[in-house]
Nanobody, 123 residues
Framework: QVQLVESGGGLVQAGGSLRLSCAAS????????VGWFRQAPGKEREFVSA????????VYLDSVAGRFSISRDNAKNTVYLQMNSLKPEDTAVYYC????????????????WGQGTQVTVSS
């Protein structure tokens, strides 16, 4: 079992940056792929990015590629999402999730979820 806690959200002006953290507790976190998802008011949850258990493979939503960067530090049981050049349309609650399956890069099958952190980008 894995417990996840997100942090780092907040209010930022368009063009600014934030770094989200996903801190995990539980055994063998290093064996899980981790994804970031977001959900804006009135919209469905959206798969944003994910990283393999080793950190060697990453995937991004087209609209964030080149602006967002995902990384992990397995020694600290933490995954990061560096978000640069933020836009108002990035406003959402951001969630991290962990997955041991083979579909992690498609954003499906995630078993464990955090409670979310709000990101608000003002224009």
């Amino acid at each position: 079992q894995v417990q996840l806690v997100e942090s780092g959200g907040g209010l930022v002006q368009a063009g600014g940056s934030l770094r989200l953290s996903c801190a995990a507790s539980g055994r063998n976190f290093f064996t899980y792929a981790v994804g970031w998802f977001r959900q804006a008011p009135g919209k469905e949850r959206e798969f944003v990015s994910a990283i393999s258990w080793s950190g060697g493979d990453t995937v991004y939503l087209d609209s964030v590629a080149g602006r967002f960067s995902i990384s992990r530090d397995n020694a600290k049981n933490t995954v990061y999402l560096q978000m640069n050049s933020l836009k108002p349309e990035d406003t959402a609650v951001y969630y991290c999730a962990a997955d041991r399956g083979t579909d992690w890069s498609r954003g499906v099958g995630y078993d464990y979820w955090g409670q979310g952190t709000q990101v608000t980008v003002s224009s």
